[in-house]
């Protein structure tokens, strides 16, 4: 009778790699988009990075790639930016945006190549989903800025993970960009085996080997290129040639019976190769191991401490009161909290203070934060104010009833909500909050898509919101109107990129006019339908500090709208007006009596002249950005002139027709 160690000594034989090169077969959610996906125009959005490049090699700006709404630090500079409730969390670079994509087959990551064809040096992290869910990281890094106006192909290294995945999540900073990045494709290696080092001495990792894959180009004149990128040559980006001879010379597979029956496998044939398999615990970075074992068992659990335990010295914390102490807590992360309850049972008693849990911000951990954290965070969220679940829940982490319950045990203080990209906020949820929220000033809802107008209708109950942000909804004209009709001081309001076909910008626009004197920030951005009598009614906000109306498909002639509210509405830092194809020198006229105005977004203006333009340069003196891209009629001889003469103002131009 053969024994089971001889069976299983027949599984470790070698086989063959099945390498796999694929490009996106699925787009399944993303933050941001400079395309409007609810029309016929499929320009700039996120679904043009499905399927293989269409423009790569090329460099430049390309409507069939995918761009975000953002670049620089202009947005964070305007008055309608979103402040961070709890920023010391922000452990490293924050993500500003993202996109999650699919695949057709389920391979273990061996490389992901991002075609970057404009301003590149955005994508700061690479995730990889388990089949249980989870998000394990395979890259992170700093933002980088690129001098070189030429297209790549961007390879970081990743780390190896122990788990086949079909998705992908990529994560974007745009902080050092000077104009908007777009991305043309993302091509994903993998291989069908998990593989191993045949020398587990050898200290060079595959990515140190990826490195070497192409000696047909040198990019010494680029400093810390080839650190932070593997694929030096795009043309042998899709060759898996060089892949199969790295992986044939250095590394092993095993029949894929070994690995499905892991714990099955006597110890003695997997001693050599057990610090080769990066286990589930390895692979996870610090702050989800904090998150998943330690905040969700340890420091969540309001364990009493024992009756018995003494006192431990705090040694010169015992000088303090225990107010100032907490002022000091306050500043920390959660996990730091952690660790400091650890200390003794003084401390222990300290961190279960409500008091420093009244803002949290837990979109960094949303690609581990659960329905099980979240319940138990609620024992110390008693005067909870400002949260942030932005990005959480998504991909079965919550149940649609987990918001909910967590509202109903620490919601009835809060007075900010922001609750962007969770794909679980439904109807029900926006009941909830209407019942327990009563005082909320700002609530967020961008791409929360599982809305339905109905549920929409139950913000009518909100009577105190100063900031509503619908980026992305389906809310229809006459619920909008009547939550504007009940929140007299709103001050912030955003519904770019909203359904067309339910909502009509001219009504909102008469509305905020007749119900919102306190108006500071209006983004009707991709909002085709505004036309000269929104315009006008706008005009009675004279408290308007921003206006963003770009690509609001107008094309005509304004008349005496724009004139009539540049006039009233002196106070005007920001004005975004891309794509007003209509626009001429007398239209911009009333902006020159805007002395306050730092940013001025005038692309495709195709009539306007240089007149103009250096009237408002003079005119305006804390101007900082002034977009002129295909703006026809002004030359670049003008621009450089102005460039010399202005050098605070940045000038963005790009040449060709829009």
Known sequence: MTSHHDQNKKTLKKTEFNVIEQFVDTVYSFSSQYGNSHTISISYTAHNIIGPPSKFPEYGDFPQAFAMRTYGLWWDKARSRSIDYMPQNNLGVVSQDYIDIQYFESVYPIRVSIYEIYNPGSVIAIWAQDPYGQWHRLWSGSPQKIETKNSRVFSPPLRLCNFRTRTLRLEFNHSLLDYYTELDAVLLIGTLEMIFPKDPSNKRSLSDLLQDMDYSQSYNNVPNYTLINLTRDYRNVEQSRYLREILDEHY?????????????VHISHLEQLYHCIPPIQEGLNNMQKFLIKDLQTQFMNNVQASSNESEESCGYFSMLSDETILKILKNLDLRSLYHISRVNKYFYNLVLDPLLYTCLNLKPYWHS???????????????????????CGNHGFFRTTTIKEFLINCGSLLTHLRLNCCENVDNSTICQISITCKNLKELCLRNCQEIQDKGFEYLMNLEFLERLDLYRTSITTKTLCGILQKNRWLRHLNIA??????????????ELGRSCPHLESIDFWKAQTLTSQGINALAACKNLREVDFGWCGSTSSHGETLVK???????????????????TDRDLKGLTQCKHLKQLDLLGALSLTSDI?????????????????????????HIEMWQKEYPNVAFKRIIGHH
């Open 497 to 510: 990129g909203t359904f067309q076909i339910n909502i009509n910008i001219d009504a909102v626009a008469m």
């Open 369 to 391: 934060f659960n329905a099980y954290a979240l319940y138990n965070l609620s024992f110390r969220c008693k005067y909870l104010r400002k949260l942030d679940l932005s990005w």
């Open 252 to 264: 092993i597979t095993y029949e894929s019976d070994i690995i499905d029956n892991f714990k099955s």
């Open 613 to 637: 333009c250096y009237e408002m340069l003079l005119s305006c003196p804390k101007l900082e950005l002034m977009d002129l891209s295909f703006c026809d009629n002004i030359d670049s001889f």
């Open 565 to 583: 509210l540049f006039s009233s509405c002196q106070f005007l830092e920001k004005v975004f007006l891309a794509a007003f194809r209509g626009l």
